[in-house]
């Protein structure tokens, strides 16, 4: 089940390449980005390069789906939540660049806010720190000290990947509940109820299968797969 409950926005500063920003533009279809917005591009977002690396989202090489603008503050606008990124983390004393990291925002912050903007800036020299100044947060992704710079389309994956996962209600399978659980972890009893005498084993096996069970959250097939299981093994047991 797919839910749609947020609008996002890309805001890119001053791209420089046209391969990065078909490859954003892929991203944008991949994990739902509402828009994208370029403050400035020092290329030219139309061309055949940019549709090329786009593939299958070429069709949102177009004037409908990204806008320009001359300044971030216009690519802002109407956001309730904006975050600028950086690889660049700063010292204790440099509060502008104390950073929350993409599965921070993906799970604690976005869900609080209906419209966010995410801004990435230039491949060679990154966002000014007027332009971090303008976001209401700083976002980093946490990488190698030595080297923490990705490329621009790397970074947008990452983050985009995050905010996806989490916020666009996605579940690749269906978790078992609860009572299915209860249900599995009562056959299991009842099996051990026949082969264990020692009643402190068969209270310690029974917390261990039960822990087991609920953290591992199975899928409902697999749970029933299991009940199935039991159910053969409590039979075989009970002749
Ligand atoms: N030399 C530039 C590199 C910019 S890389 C600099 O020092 O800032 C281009 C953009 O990719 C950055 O502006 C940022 O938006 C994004 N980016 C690169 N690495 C990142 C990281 N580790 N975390 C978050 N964003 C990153």
Redesign the pocket.
Known sequence: MQMKEKKLRIVLVGTEGEINLGFVIRLALNFEVDEIYLVSPLINPFSDEVKRFAAKAAKMVSTEYIKITDSLEEALDGVDLSIC????VGSTSDVLRHPITPRELASKIAPNYSSIAI?????????TRDELAKCHLF?????NPQY?????SH?VAI?LYELWTSTRSYRLREHANSSQLSRVLKLVGEIVGKIIDDSVQRERIMVAVKHILWRSSPSRGEASTLYYFFKKIKNSIDG
């Not at 801004?119 to 966002?127: A, I, K």
């Not at 976002?139 to 990488?143: D, G, H, N, V, Y």
Request: glycine residues 12%; without cysteine; charged residues 10%.
């Open positions: 990124t950086s690889g660049l801004v990435f800036g230039r491949e060679s020299v990154g966002l976002l980093t992704i946490p990488a923490p710079i990705l490329n621009l970074a983050t």
